[in-house]
């Protein structure tokens, strides 16, 4: 599966921002989609995820309650609505694909993920 993310963009802390990540080449169907970002002399780390199959998710504490993912089988995507930004939210943000989870929650962990998609930049102003 190929995938896309966008959406990013320059946004005033406390304010939202949706990120896209649109898989072609294949139907998500038994697969988890997440997100992971990586700021300027990081390490990219887990944001969020969800597993298509019984949509169970999983989030990062640092996002929890200002982020929410979300799978949109009429588009093959998957989507990643964030809200409260902060300048320590602005990053590259990546999405990648777990072609086998099935119905198991989501991983936190890249090595699950053999998909990557390119970034978005998201840019956040205090």
């Known amino acids: 599966v190929q995938l896309q993310a966008s959406g990013g963009g320059l946004v005033q802390a406390g304010g939202s921002l949706r990120l896209s990540c649109a898989a072609s080449?294949?139907?998500?169907?038994?697969?988890?989609v997440g997100w992971f970002r990586q700021a300027p002399g990081k390490e990219r780390e887990f944001v969020a995820a969800?597993?298509?199959?019984?949509?169970?998710?999983s989030y990062a504490e640092s996002v929890k309650g200002r982020f929410y993912v979300s799978g949109d089988a009429t588009q093959n995507s998957v989507h990643l609505q964030m809200h409260n930004l902060k300048p320590e939210d602005a990053a590259v943000y990546y999405c990648a694909a777990d072609s086998n989870r099935g119905a198991r929650s989501p991983s936190s962990l890249e090595r699950a993920y053999e998909s990557w998609g390119r970034g978005t930049l998201v840019t956040v102003s205090s």
């Open positions: 080449g294949r139907t998500l169907s038994r697969h988890a």
């Open positions: 969800v597993a298509w199959s019984g949509g169970a998710t």
